[in-house]
């Protein structure tokens, strides 16, 4: 895709981070137990270094297990190092839990925790979720360390969540963000030249573009020719990013939306409500999964572009938190995503225009509480 302005404003020569695709390999997982049982195996066959950071980690069935593994893997003396978000992990990661790793040799940092020196910074979250193994592969994508996303512990409600693996050149890249996010080292750009060839890492650590999802995002959308398949747990995008998935629609771009009917954040859900209507109006289909909560965050565009990562569509992620997205063109992957998106499909519901404009008042007052919050959701 060619890139808009603004994008390349926020990427400068060096540090875009792009290889082969015949060079990268990609594994889609979208349940739990897969996920975090190929992650175990990782973590326990590790030979040199593991790498791991997560907004939420929970002292539960799950958690449990990657302590005991990580603790494991320290205690054989492999360097293991674990980023946990403060707020994100704040009622879920124990003492006993950071007890077991530090006393094990672990190194665990915790990502802002309350300061009254510096309270605003407690807004801005790290909600990257990533695990670099010996620089051999990385995971990344929605899914937290927690049993909600196990279907062996939650059943049937377990969250509709989407991670994916990486082998290849672009795992030495990932463990170089996880290296400079550790450091702190906000000018740091990544040791890869800029050969945009199939795939890269997107991250917003660095004060080179703090708002370069946004722009990635945009451009995207501005390019679409054929579609633009969207899946997100929370909707509540800025003016230019909604902007751009209207135009893309009215020019003739098959736009789907989906997400989720059953919110783990009531008021996010009111929040993407409130701009339905002006969806509608361009020709932006919208859908709202109904078996459980839906976590991923995916973009399918054009049978050969495609987004996999942490980041909502919503302010928070692409203007406050910390993320970090895979792009890629790998056709396969893109058409593995563009599958999984149909299946999700026929699990939704379409919101019709007509239905929507008949729903009562109170919901309407509550979307425009949301709404007027929109800036921190």
């Known amino acids: 895709m060619k890139s808009t302005s603004c994008e390349k404003k926020c990427a400068p020569n060096k540090g875009e981070i792009s290889t082969s695709p015949s060079v990268n390999s990609f594994q889609l997982f979208t349940e739990g137990d897969d996920l975090y049982s190929s992650m175990l195996t990782a973590i326990t066959g590790a030979k040199e270094a593991i790498r791991l950071e997560s907004y939420i980690f929970s002292d539960d069935s799950i958690g449990s297990q990657f302590c005991e593994a990580l603790a494991e893997r320290a205690r054989a003396g492999i360097k293991v190092r674990v980023h946990i978000d403060a707020a994100g992990s704040l009622f879920w990661f124990s003492r006993k839990m950071q007890h077991q790793l530090r006393s094990n040799y672990v190194e665990l940092h915790w990502f802002h925790r309350w300061s009254w020196h510096k309270p605003w ?6 909600h990257r979720k990533l695990l670099v193994v010996d620089n051999h592969v990385a995971f990344l994508g929605g899914f937290n360390i927690h049993k909600e996303n196990s279907q062996a512990m939650y059943g049937d409600l377990r969250w509709r969540d989407t991670h994916i693996s990486i082998r290849g050149p672009l795992v030495e890249v990932a463990s170089q963000l996880f290296d400079s996010f550790w450091q702190r080292r906000l000018y740091w750009l990544p040791e890869q030249e800029q050969e945009q060839q199939g795939g890269r890492l997107l991250h917003n650590h660095t004060r080179t ?4 999802l946004r722009c990635i995002y945009s451009g995207a959308f501005a390019n679409a020719k054929k579609y633009i398949y969207l899946t997100t747990p929370y909707f509540v995008p800025d003016s230019y990013t909604l902007e751009q998935l209207r135009k893309a629609a009215e020019r003739g771009v098959d736009v789907r939306l989906l997400l ?32 459980r909560v839906l976590h991923a965050k995916t973009v399918v565009i054009d049978d050969d572009w495609i987004i996999v990562g942490t980041a909502n569509l919503d302010y928070r992620s692409l203007f406050i938190n910390y993320e970090i997205n895979l792009e890629a063109t790998d056709r396969k992957l893109a ?42 959701l």
Do not use: M
């Not at 573009?209 to 370069?212: P, V």
């Not at 059953?262 to 859900?269: A, E, M, P, W």
């Not at 509550?366 to 800036?375: D, F, Q, S």
């Open 260 to 291: 989720p009917r059953k919110s783990d954040v009531r008021i996010t859900s009111w929040a993407a409500h409130h701009v339905y209507a002006s969806l509608f109006a361009f020709g932006v289909r919208v859908y709202e999964y109904l078996p």
């Open 121 to 126: 910074r407690y807004n801005r979250r790290n």
């Open 335 to 376: 058409a593995e995503l563009k599958e999984q998106f149909l299946q999700d499909l026929s699990q939704s519901e379409f919101i019709l225009s007509r239905n929507w404009e008949r729903r009562g008042l109170k919901s309407r007052c509550l979307e425009l509480l949301a709404i007027i919050l929109k800036r921190w």
């Open 209 to 212: 573009c703090r708002h370069r």
